[in-house]
Each structure stands twice: as C-alpha cells, then as structure tokens.
C-alpha cells in the first residue's frame, strides 16, 4: 500500500469512527443513516479486500520462489543427467541443448526460466529413447512438467 493509499483508508476509518461515534445525532435522517450504513460498509468490505490481497501476495510470492526454485534444480539434475548419456553417445548438438546448471534457470526472471525449463524439457522428451530410462525416466519427466505448468508458469 502507498502512502496515498495509506492516507485514504485513514480518512475512511476516521470517517466511519465519527459516523458510528455520532450515529445519535443523524438517527431520524434516515437518507444519511442509510448513505453512513452504505460508507462504514464500502470501507469495512475494502479493508478486508485489502488485507486479504495483501496476505495472500506474499504467501504467492513465498510459494513462486519455491516453486521456482524446486523446478530449476529438478530440471538441472535431469539436464545433467542427460547430458552425461549424450556425452558418452558423442551427441555435442544435443548434450549442448541441455544446462546442468541450477542458476542458469533460477537466476533468470520467472517468464525466462519458465521458457529455458520448457525449451529443455522438450530436448529430453523428444529424445528420451536416445537418451535411456537409465538416466531419465518418463516419470521424472512428468514430475517435472507438473512442477514447471502447475508451480511456475500458471
């Protein structure tokens, strides 16, 4: 929240305390007892909206960064171990489409990371015959395209 913002909701909670404080004044006006209802409730409903979204935005936040960081070193150990059959097999082209490293996915932004997981988990499912169940299995590669669609991208 800005100051701005800040400073509003303080003049809306000010309001609502003088409208409730004085209700004894206005309580035969029954247009402005019904405009204060109205006031006192907006605010009452944005405060709540406002702590709501607030909590929520940084429990977002914390669960993105695990998630990000669980999907890039998934991705990087499946790399690395694709790399290592790839190596053996003298397939440079496709052992070079593949980073075994952690920081290569989580140092970048999320859009960037999503596109360089994505990008290798393509590599590893399209040649997943070449490169063995020994070294990667259909199932890890389905953990890791829940963990990349499901925690990251979405």
């Given at each position: 929240m ?14 609502c ?13 029954i ?9 006192i409730?907006?605010?009452d409903?944005?405060?709540a909206?406002?702590t ?15 998630a ?5 070193l998934?991705?990087?150990q ?7 059959i ?6 440079k082209?496709l052992?070079q489409a ?13 859009a960037l ?10 590599v590893?499912?399209?040649n ?7 070294y990667l ?7 890791f ?10």
């Open positions: 800005n100051n701005k913002e800040q400073a509003k909701l303080k003049m809306l909670g000010g309001l305390t003088y409208l409730a404080d004085n209700a004894t004044i206005y309580e035969n006006d247009p402005f007892q019904t405009i204060a209802a109205k006031v409730a907006d605010t409903t944005a405060i909206a406002s709501a979204a607030e909590a929520n935005n940084t429990g977002f936040s914390a669960d993105k960064v695990a990000k960081d669980a999907a890039s998934l991705g990087a499946l790399c690395a171990r694709s790399q290592v790839l190596d053996i097999l003298g397939n082209t052992s593949l980073n075994g490293s952690f920081t290569f996915y989580y140092g970048a932004s999320d990371c999503a596109s360089r997981l994505m990008s290798v988990y393509d590893m499912d399209t997943q015959a070449l490169i063995t169940t020994q299995t259909g199932a890890q590669l389905a953990t395209l829940t963990r990349m669609v499901v925690e990251i991208i979405n």
